[in-house]
Antibody, heavy 121, light 109 residues
Framework: EVQLVQSGVEVKKPGMSLKISCKVS????????IHWLRQVPGKGLEWMGI????????RYNPSFDGQVTISVDKSINTAYLQWSSLKASDTATYFC??????????????WGQGTPVSVSS | EIVMTQSPAVLSVSPGERATLSCRAS??????LAWYQHRPGQAPRLIVY???TRATGIPARFSGRGSGTEFTLTISSLQSEDFAVYYC???????????FGQGTKLDLK
């Protein structure tokens, strides 16, 4: 069974750093791309970026480029999304999700449960 | 960036009724269109991809149609578990920027 299990709720202050995780199981981690997406409270879904764990190819939505870093640790089948300096506007729920094995023009087929992040002074 | 526009924002229907959700793309996305179901507190679930192909395990009451810029998702006879928010998403853009509609909330009438 394909599973993407995300790390838990985070409560941070502006300026702090943060790294959230997405541990996958049930398939070959290095074969399938991983997306990261954001959902601000009461809003829709925004695509942040995508990484190919086997090739370390990372592409960012220009709206998020330079604001976050997407990475993986192949030894533990885990993808990460990190911030060096959080802002209040980063308050949202963040989802990891599985993309295609071969093609960037492909749907997302499995999602994590989401990691709520709250940033407030 | 390709803008996806969904209508209506909220659709109130009764169990057993038919629901039709619409999605429009600002540019031609061919058939590179997916629909997702999102229940509160749960992970979103892929319902349809390629505009009209049901994902694994999705009941036949869900059907997707369209290509280019106009798409619909129809649920033929609503069950209680179908009340959720539905998002359309295009995955045609190059360089890749995947964009979603703002969602249609299917509400119990």
């Amino acid at each position: 069974e394909v599973q993407l299990v995300q790390s838990g709720v985070e409560v941070k202050k502006p300026g702090m750093s943060l790294k959230i995780s997405c541990k996958v199981s049930g398939y070959s981690f290095t074969n399938y791309r991983i997306h990261w997406l954001r959902q601000v409270p009461g809003k829709g879904l925004e695509w942040m970026g995508i990484i190919h764990p086997g090739e370390s190819d990372v592409r960012y939505n220009p709206s998020f480029d330079g604001q976050v870093t997407i990475s993986v640790d192949k030894s533990i089948n885990t993808a990460y999304l990190q911030w060096s300096s959080l802002k209040a506007s980063d308050t949202a729920t963040y989802f990891c999700a599985r993309g295609s094995e071969y093609d960037l023009k492909a749907p997302i087929d499995y999602w994590g449960q989401g990691t709520p992040v709250s940033v407030s002074s | 960036e390709i803008v996806m526009t969904q209508s209506p924002a909220v659709l109130s229907v009764s169990p057993g009724e038919r629901a039709t959700l619409s999605c429009r793309a600002s540019q031609n996305v061919r058939s590179n269109l997916a629909w997702y179901q999102h229940r509160p507190g749960q992970a979103p679930r892929l319902i349809v991809y390629g505009a009209s192909t049901r994902a694994t395990g999705i009941p036949a009451r869900f059907s997707g149609r369209g290509s280019g810029t106009e798409f619909t998702l129809t649920i033929s006879s609503l069950q209680s578990e179908d009340f959720a928010v539905y998002y359309c998403q295009q995955y045609n853009a190059w360089p890749p920027i995947y964009t979603f509609g703002q969602g249609t909330k299917l509400d119990l009438k």
